[in-house]
């Protein structure tokens, strides 16, 4: 885990002209929630509950992320990107002594109590003419006194001199464990002596003035645009393809500001909101009243029903959870067995042993909940499968968006070819650029058609991309623009996108295309097409 939280330069390896476009991950789970420790408002990529325990404390009865994280894994999620956000927590301090005068002051970078650190200063290797030099190091324990060290940072030749290059508040600004707290003595720490003859080693221990926060508020999970906080973090975040939004505590939902700034970013980052039946809901016809009054629908959001009881370790008893992080799971696990355009009769899978349903949802209401947009859990897979369906409702900007395996589809094929084009940004534009973008991304529907990704239709009609004078006009300055779609599941419709690299960045919009009459029905592949008859209307978002 230590790869994940380093700091510094990282170097990301991004596809060329010359290289096919891959398929991005289609199944990674994204989570904002309150963890017992970890860094604050920063995405960590994570594959399993060992990991959340490692990097933020396992479970904690507050904390509905972990209860949500662990239910994740169990039902078969592969990849998770985690923010912990915190309402007015505290990090814990270590005094380390001075000979005269102020000690120096350190403090952890993560808020709470159980951010359980210890250091140490030593003077090995500094001679005694270098009296501003002194070694540091810093461990964090899993435990106050145990030896079982999780994570440790050496720090060799720090100096308390100001106009040293290796003063101390330059050597721990790289720092995860600690930073500087307060002003610089002016004399180096006191060495750390044994104490106790039968000790391993002395360390000064973190004062117990660490605090946890109080329960998450809307605003907490929200955020700040400008600070990259709650789910800002996500902003420029690796794709991510599920956003699960625990309750703020057992007891409190999420509230409608949360659904709406996170329907949004799911719009921007071409992912899929997980949102939870009220808890009220415990029948299928209960569910079924609720949903004429639910008032929230998107192409970018999908339910499932009903809640599930898992056991919980820390109470010793069956507690029931939102079903959001086992859904997301269980679609994570489906998709492992099959590719994602032939999961449409398997995305009602059972839920695995260990988790249930809350209550049982007759087959007659299993179609009638879906046809309203909620999908049902089961404990044992359905005699007759029931399309999942997303939240998007008669509002759909497109018939084949109420359904999740299409419309999870569509994200995938546009991710893929955003990510996989960006090489367009170091190229100069023109003619040459326009061509091999237009190959590239040819090739790659191409392939997707062989898998068998798109509705069956005649050759060279199934996908288009056009990247010429036709998209480029010469009165555009810098950027460039390509438009690719391939065939929608009603003949004579298609999935179009118009994609802009530019000096701003990556803009992808949704546009529609005329049904052709006057091209005779031909495909935009065709040569003979005129991308005149095309009419390009930026849909509402």
């Known amino acids: 885990m230590r790869a994940r939280l380093t700091p510094g330069i990282h170097v990301a390896i991004e596809v060329s002209a010359g290289q096919a476009i891959a398929r991005v991950a289609t199944a990674t789970a994204a989570f904002v929630g309150r963890a017992l420790r970890g860094p604050v408002n920063r995405p960590v990529l994570i594959t399993s509950f060992a990991d959340f325990q490692s990097v933020f404390g396992g479970l904690?009865?507050?904390?509905?992320?972990?209860?949500?994280?662990?239910?994740?894994?169990?039902?078969?999620?592969?990849e998770a990107r985690v923010v912990r956000v915190v309402n007015g927590g505290r990090p814990s301090t270590l005094t380390m002594p001075v000979p005269h005068g102020t000690p120096l002051t350190l403090e952890a970078c993560c808020p709470g109590t159980r951010e359980f650190l210890r250091a140490a200063v030593d003077y090995d290797n500094i001679s005694a003419a270098d009296a501003d030099l002194f070694n540091i190091v810093v461990h964090r324990v899993r435990a106050p006194g145990s030896e079982h060290v999780e994570d440790q940072e050496i720090y060799e030749r720090v100096s308390v001199a100001p106009d040293s290059p290796r003063h101390v508040s330059l050597m721990l600004a790289e720092s995860e464990l600690v930073r500087l707290r307060g002003p610089v003595p002016l004399e180096r720490p006191a060495l750390t002596h044994r104490g106790d003859g039968r000790a391993f080693a002395s360390y000064v221990s973190s004062n117990p003035d660490g605090d946890d926060g109080g329960p998450l508020t809307d605003y907490d999970v929200i955020g700040s645009a400008t600070a990259r906080t709650g789910l800002f973090a996500f902003a420029e975040a690796d794709t991510f393809n599920f956003l699960c939004l625990p309750p703020l505590a057992r007891e409190t939902p999420t509230g409608a500001s949360v659904l709406l700034v996170a329907k949004r970013l799911c719009r921007e980052r071409r992912a899929m909101l997980m949102v939870d039946p009220p808890a009220e809901w415990t029948t299928p016809a209960e569910a079924l009243a609720g949903m004429r009054n639910f008032h929230f629908a998107s192409d970018n959001a999908l339910m499932y029903f009903p809640w599930i009881q898992g056991y919980d370790r820390l109470r010793g008893r069956f507690e029931s959870f939102p079903p959001g992080a086992a859904a997301a799971g269980m679609l994570s696990r489906l998709e492992a067995a099959r590719p994602l355009w032939n999961a449409a009769d398997a995305e009602d899978g059972p839920l695995r042993p260990g988790l249930r349903p809350a209550c049982a949802v007759p087959e007659e209401w299993r179609a009638r909940l879906a046809n309203a947009g909620v999908n049902t859990l089961q404990a044992v897979r359905a005699r007759k499968a029931v399309r999942a369906r997303t939240l998007a409702g008669a509002r759909a900007s497109m018939p084949d968006w109420r359904y999740l395996a299409l419309r999870r589809l569509a994200l995938g094929v546009v991710e893929s070819v955003a990510c996989g084009t960006r090489w367009v940004l170091f190229e100069a534009p023109g003619p040459e650029l326009w061509w091999r973008l237009q190959k590239q991304v040819g090739e790659f529907l191409a392939s997707l058609e062989q898998a068998g990704a798109f509705p069956a239709v005649p050759p060279r009609q199934a996908w288009f991309a056009i990247c010429d004078e036709r998209v480029n006009p010469q009165r555009q300055l810098g950027g460039v623009n390509l438009l690719f779609g391939?065939?929608?599941?009603?003949?004579?419709?298609?999935?179009?996108?118009?994609?802009?690299?530019?000096?701003?960045?990556?803009?992808?919009?949704?546009?529609?295309?005329?049904?052709?009459?006057?091209?005779?029905?031909?495909?935009?592949?065709?040569p003979d097409f005129d991308v005149a008859t095309m009419l390009y209307e930026h849909l509402p978002r």
């Open 60 to 78: 904690w009865q507050p904390s509905t992320l972990s209860y949500a994280i662990e239910q994740y894994f169990e039902n078969g999620g592969r």
């Open 486 to 526: 391939y065939a929608a599941t009603r003949e004579g419709e298609w999935q179009c996108w118009l994609l802009t690299h530019g000096p701003q960045g990556t803009r992808v919009q949704q546009v529609s295309l005329s049904r052709l009459h006057s091209a005779g029905g031909r495909p935009p592949m065709d």
